[in-house]
């Protein structure tokens, strides 16, 4: 299963991988291009996929939240930075141990998207549960809604497969160490992993379908959530198929 999920994987990620290849001189653009191939890598293309379901649903039946889209970003910018900062401080062998740490979370992935699936169909009740893109006038709210999302974006950001572990710690990391600006390039990264995930948030704001299904009453928006549920169900499967 992975092997075929690589192959689409690389049939995607290829025209971007060469482009990165070109401009390995200017080492931002460099990031940024590398992010992006990161982004169809197998381990980070369902977790993207799985949140461009998530939030995708809930921005077409509430609305956009653009505030908590920059916390999901700014999650995946702290995940970034800090394994970018623990190897600069603890060095490249601490860094040959680190997949050791990243099997077993990137397993976690699959069950965690069966989870939230089964919670949008309504299988189960949660006495607490971070707010995800929940619009709120509350202040408590908000911040619920904020950390939520800033969570889901470090915690999606964790899934490490072979071909995230050489994007990440055999080529942007080596240039992180010798750039002179190098501190804000795992970061750049992260930014180049949310594009796919930004352009359909956009797509939707620019068409106009943000809150569209709110406006169509609350029948037709359970039914988007649990379709939206199942959707996530079958990712959280396909995963597991994938990487256990």
């Given at each position: 299963?992975?092997?075929f999920?690589?192959?689409?994987?690389?049939?995607?990620?290829?025209?971007?991988?060469?482009?990165?290849?070109?401009?390995?001189?200017?080492?931002?653009?460099f990031?940024?291009?590398?992010?992006?191939?990161?982004?169809?890598?197998?381990?980070?293309f369902?977790?993207?996929?799985?949140?461009?379901?998530l939030?995708?649903?809930?921005?077409?039946r509430?609305?956009?939240?653009?505030?908590?889209?920059?916390?999901?970003?700014?999650?995946?910018?702290?995940?970034?930075?800090?394994?970018?900062?623990?190897?600069?401080?603890?060095?490249?062998?601490?860094?040959?141990?680190?997949?050791?740490?990243f099997?077993?979370?990137?397993?976690?992935?699959?069950?965690?998207?069966?989870?939230?699936?089964?919670?949008?169909?309504?299988?189960?009740q949660?006495r607490?549960?971070?707010?995800?893109?929940?619009?709120?006038?509350?202040?408590?709210?908000?911040?619920?809604?904020?950390w939520?999302?800033?969570?889901?974006?470090?915690?999606?950001?964790?899934?490490?497969?072979p071909t995230m572990?050489l994007?990440?710690?055999?080529?942007?990391?080596?240039?992180?160490?010798?750039?002179?600006?190098?501190?804000?390039?795992?970061?750049?990264?992260?930014?180049?992993t949310?594009?796919?995930?930004?352009?359909?948030?956009?797509?939707?704001?620019?068409?106009g379908?943000?809150?569209?299904?709110?406006?169509?009453?609350?029948?037709?928006?359970?039914?988007?959530?649990?379709?939206?549920?199942?959707?996530?169900?079958?990712?959280g499967i396909?995963?597991?198929?994938?990487?256990?």
């Amino acid at each position: 299963m992975y092997e075929f999920v690589d192959n689409i994987s690389y049939f995607l990620r290829e025209p971007f991988m060469h482009a990165a290849n070109s401009v390995e001189s200017i080492p931002i653009l460099f990031a940024l291009l590398l992010g992006i191939v990161g982004a169809l890598a197998p381990c980070q293309f369902s977790s993207n996929v799985s949140a461009i379901t998530l939030y995708g649903t809930n921005s077409i039946r509430k609305g956009i939240s653009w505030q908590e889209t920059a916390y999901f970003v700014a999650g995946k910018i702290a995940a970034f930075s800090a394994l970018g900062m623990i190897v600069y401080f603890l060095g490249q062998e601490f860094q040959q141990q680190l997949p050791l740490f990243f099997e077993p979370m990137r397993k976690v992935l699959g069950p965690v998207l069966i989870l939230i699936g089964a919670y949008m169909l309504g299988l189960f009740q949660m006495r607490w549960t971070l707010r995800l893109w929940k619009k709120s006038e509350a202040n408590g709210n908000t911040r619920k809604g904020n950390w939520g999302a800033f969570m889901l974006g470090f915690t999606f950001s964790l899934g490490f497969c072979p071909t995230m572990f050489l994007l990440f710690f055999l080529l942007l990391m080596p240039l992180t160490l010798s750039s002179a600006y190098g501190v804000i390039l795992p970061g750049v990264f992260a930014i180049g992993t949310s594009i796919p995930f930004l352009f359909v948030i956009f797509l939707i704001w620019y068409l106009g379908f943000g809150g569209k299904v709110l406006k169509k009453g609350r029948k037709f928006g359970l039914f988007i959530q649990r379709f939206a549920g199942s959707l996530m169900i079958v990712f959280g499967i396909l995963d597991m198929l994938t990487f256990w």
